[in-house]
């Protein structure tokens, strides 16, 4: 959050005729004290330096604790060796390709996980009778760890790629509904009332007020929606996989490679946080009217 | 009961008669009769929950659990007690929600700048002042034209000088539309200011009514001013004798 601020030592005291002219020295009011400005209170060094360090530091224990042979490399490989191995992994091909596999894998499944919940959640926020119909079975089917479906849809679906994008379509699309029901639902009577006295037709208070209003209960719901993803994603890919990131993992695990575990774990959370900042310039741009806090 | 005979000649622009509602059994809206002229400015008074609010959101349309006649132009038009924009469209585009067909953006520039607002035609509901925002919401009641322009206590929630000059912006859109008004208020000296008719509401009904013949701009020192506003006051069971004397 952004303060203005007069600048400082204005040009002539607001009270002049109180304080005298000039500057007051110190000490010429005992018992006062100034009220410091925030920005006088700012650090100097820059937010990003700050929120990088730590992450560095911690890095930079684990070369410690591995070169000096406290860690040894069957339990965690040094970072060193990781950034050797994961250059190799990239060099060879089969890193890039396995993520091109992961990532057709979780976007098909949010496509149609995202088609899934939205649907169902308009459906079950508009109308009384959607409601009646769709929340009831999909409030009990939410409680279903969707994990636990592996071994039916692998008898559904076979071992391919539909099982895989079953699971992620699955997991993405409860909290979608839920997140996106409830926006609906929590959409203001007043605005809706005012739309009505506006003349807005049925159609135009759902496009002008109630979606507008669900919107940001929906991008939290699609926040929620990336991180199962690649939950699912993981699950997913280290059964009956022949491709992917999970099965580089798979495969690691039985050579005991704990360089190449690490290296996939790593492009899991570089890929989250890939998610994560699509996720968040969405909200900065479809919800800059957002009159909310937004930090100091 | 006191209603309104003299202005019969004329078509009128609201007619409500017999007009009842029940919340639960209990009727909030008691066999009403109310007739507003074209282009009059008509105060309504009154307790809280004396029903007043309820009538209003009747002749917007709003509330359609009635009994009795109630009969409004086509084309009318509210401003709440809350501004009620829609925080994620720009000013302008809560100005134009609604209208029918493509308006552009001149309309909505034009009705903002009869009310003042010309500047903020491009900001975010979020970043206007209560004053601003109210305007906003009066400027979106104005740009459909109405015959009939339903306010519901919309300076109630304004800061006491902002409130003046909301008044005063009020009765000048008034003057320069020419539409009828129905002002639910319970500001006595702001319905004695602004209107041509005052009404009194209590259990349901019109319980009285009052013609308010000062010619305008009003003077609230004005000794006729005062004397009304006191009478009124009795009527809503304010005892006003210290002032009187």
Redo the contacts between chains.
Sequence with gaps: MSISHAPPNPPSADISGISGPGHPGKGAFPGLQPVVPASARRARVPRWLRRTTGPLLLLALWQLLSATGVLAPDVLASPGRIAHVGWDLVSDGSLPSAMATSLRRVALGLVFGTVTGTGLALFAGLFRIGEDLVDAPVQMLRTVPFVGLIPLFIIWFGIGEAPKTAIITLGVTFPLYLNVYAGIRGVDAQLIEAGESLGLSRWGLVRHVVLPGALPGALTGLRYSLGIAWLALVFAEQVNADSGIGFLMVQARDFLRTDVIVVCLIVYAFLGLLADFIVRSLERLLLQWRPTFTGR | MATDVHRSVTRPAVHVEGLTRSFDGRAVIDGLRLDIAPGEFVALLGRSGCGKSTLLRIL???DRDIEGTALVPRRR??A?Q?P?L????KVWRNVL????GRPERAVAERALDEVGLGHRVDA???TLSGGEAQRASLA?ALV?EPDLLLLDEPFGALDALTRIRAQRLVGEVWQRRGCAVLLVTHDVEEAVLLADRVLVMDRGRIAHEQAVGLDRPREITDPRFAALRARLLGLLGVDTATETA
């Design positions: 917007a349309g709003l038009a509210v709440f809350a009620r829609m925080p994620w469209k929600l609604g209208l029918p975010w509901p979020k979106r459909r």
